[in-house]
């Protein structure tokens, strides 16, 4: 199995920026179809985007579309999301997750078969 830590969550002004890391450790990292998952408080589980196994296809629930990329470093094990343009809507705690059982870039969290704890996207208005 593999073991996911996100880190670069914080709190930062309507407009600005964050870059999420999520690191890996366990199997092959390159095995895993990667995706960032966010829970705002009261709310369900929501795709954000994900990355395919060699980083060279990615997806984005419409919402981050233009404002938020996904890419991911198979060399130190490790997958990023950029978000830009940051919106108070955008605040939530952040997952990151893996998938290893199909090249699809999969939109529902019931699909990916591990889990970060989460890092706190905190966006004032």
């Known amino acids: 199995q593999v073991q996911l830590v996100e880190s670069g969550g914080g709190l930062v002004q309507a407009g600005g920026s964050l870059r999420l890391s999520c690191a890996a450790s366990g199997r092959t990292f390159s095995n895993y179809v990667m995706g960032w998952f966010r829970q705002a408080r009261g709310k369900e589980r929501e795709f954000v985007a994900a990355?395919?196994?060699?980083?060279?296809?990615?997806y984005y629930t419409y919402s981050v579309k233009g404002r938020f990329t996904i890419s991911r470093d198979n060399a130190k094990n490790t997958v990023y999301l950029q978000m830009n343009s940051l919106l108070p809507e955008d605040t939530a705690v952040y997952y990151c997750?893996?998938?290893?059982?199909?090249?699809?870039?999969?939109?529902?969290?019931?699909?990916?078969?591990?889990w970060g704890v989460g890092t706190q996207v905190t966006v004032s208005s």
């Open positions: 997750a893996a998938e290893e059982n199909s090249p699809d870039l999969r939109t529902y969290p019931s699909l990916y078969d591990y």
């Open positions: 990355i395919s196994r060699g980083g060279g296809t990615t």
